[in-house]
């Protein structure tokens, strides 16, 4: 096998100290060769520059938004390709290697990898939100890249050549959903192309609870409107109408499966509705991340 390219891994992080130090010794296991760096850009307000083993910590609160972190963390190294990775997803320890097997064409600009849903039976306690999600594949880079036209890689795992990522500027980090598609209908425009790379796969940690995966759906849907509006013919929505009839019949298939003990079939056709109204409503809440409140001063 050819000697790969050296490789900045990127990773926007926002949660809590305790989740900080589980993900920088997830990435800490990643294997690495000279010229690689392992960078998490902690989002949170007041966040500081830090070192847990190989990975560097750097504060990026300054606004935000993960497309903010990802640029800082970026920027601030400088091997040929960027590999973007999520705080919920699990990588191989070889990851790497796999991006790289085989050299890229130089017309290629962005390699995207495999995002696969966690099994259920990777805990001890599957939860509805987590058994729908695995259900749906709704992280699976399949559906972002079966559109026709529009075509984009997840920065859940995907990796960009630098060169293609410092000629477009980076990500729009003004916004929160929808950054990485535009990411790469940029660098499309540009002339660079996308490969696919399904062996380099993670897996992907679904939302917990019901409410957060509306409130996901709910940000991918404005992502999706703010998409629309800056690419004409990208990701449009859906009529209402059809979608009311729609969501009816698949609740009232969901309970038929209930009822005949088909709990995965039911848990589809009772979701499915909510998840899907949820995106096409979040179309109507701004792409932007709201200010952060200042204490008013004592008087």
């Known amino acids: 096998m050819p000697a790969r390219p050296a490789v900045d891994v990127v990773l926007p992080f926002k949660g809590t ?42 504060g990026a609160g300054e606004r935000q938004t993960s497309y903010h972190a990802r640029n800082r963390a970026a920027s601030g190294a400088s091997a040929p390709w960027l590999l973007f990775l999520d705080a919920d997803v699990h990588p191989p320890t070889d990851l790497l290697d796999r991006y790289f097997h085989s050299t890229p064409p130089s017309e290629v600009g962005i390699l995207a990898g495999a995002v696969i849903d966690e099994p259920p039976g990777r805990t001890a306690h599957v939860t509805a939100a987590e058994r729908y999600g695995f259900l749906k594949s709704s992280m699976s880079q399949e559906v972002t890249l079966a559109h026709d036209g529009w075509a984009f890689a997840q920065t859940a795992n995907a990796a960009v050549r630098r060169a293609a990522f410092e000629r477009v500027g980076g990500f729009e980090d003004g916004v929160r959903s929808g950054g990485d598609a535009d990411l790469c209908f940029r660098i499309r425009a540009a002339g660079w192309t996308l490969e696919r790379r399904e062996h380099a796969a993670v897996v992907h940690r679904n939302r917990a609870t019901i409410a957060r995966m509306l409130a996901q759906r709910a940000r991918h849907g404005a992502g999706s409107a703010w998409l629309a509006r800056r690419w004409p013919g990208a990701l449009p929505r859906r009529r209402w109408a059809g979608l009311a009839w729609w969501a009816t019949r698949r609740a009232a298939q969901g309970l038929v499966a209930a009822a005949r003990g088909d709990r995965d079939a039911a848990l589809l056709g009772l979701l499915d509705g909510p998840a899907v109204w949820a995106f096409e409503l979040g179309r109507l809440i701004p792409n932007r991340p709201r200010p952060r409140l200042r204490h008013a001063q004592r008087r």
């Open 17 to 58: 100290d305790a989740d900080l130090e589980r993900v920088a010794e997830r990435i800490a296991a990643l294997v690495t060769q000279p010229g690689d760096t392992l960078t998490i850009a902690d989002n949170r307000p007041g966040a500081a520059d830090a070192k847990r083993g190989p990975v560097r910590i750097i």
